[in-house]
């Protein structure tokens, strides 16, 4: 699975709670930030193995005003 800047993924961390949010930053150890859609950090150093993809990020329309 290819992951970019701006997917949606859900990642479920070790404590088994479930984090929704879009990847902010891609990081090359092979781990991602995962940010809401304000830009507010939700986790940082989620594994690329364990991200379910939700949606690309070329189907989300972006407006920075």
Same mark, same amino acid.
């Given at each position: 699975?290819? &992951? !970019? /800047?701006? =997917? $949606?993924?859900?990642?479920?961390?070790?404590? %088994? /709670? @479930? &984090? #929704? %949010?879009?990847?902010? @930053?891609?990081?090359?150890?092979? *781990?991602?930030? &995962? *940010? =809401?859609?304000?830009? #507010?950090?939700?986790?940082? %150093? *989620?594994?690329?193995?364990? $991200? /379910? /993809? $939700? !949606?690309? +990020? =070329? @189907? $989300? &329309?972006?407006?920075? +005003?």
């Amino acid at each position: 699975m290819r &992951i !970019q /800047k701006y =997917d $949606l993924v859900e990642y479920r961390n070790k404590a %088994g /709670k @479930t &984090i #929704r %949010g879009y990847v902010n @930053t891609l990081f090359s150890r092979g *781990a991602v930030r &995962i *940010a =809401d859609y304000a830009g #507010r950090e939700l986790y940082n %150093g *989620a594994s690329l193995n364990k $991200l /379910k /993809k $939700l !949606q690309n +990020a =070329d @189907t $989300l &329309i972006w407006e920075v +005003a």
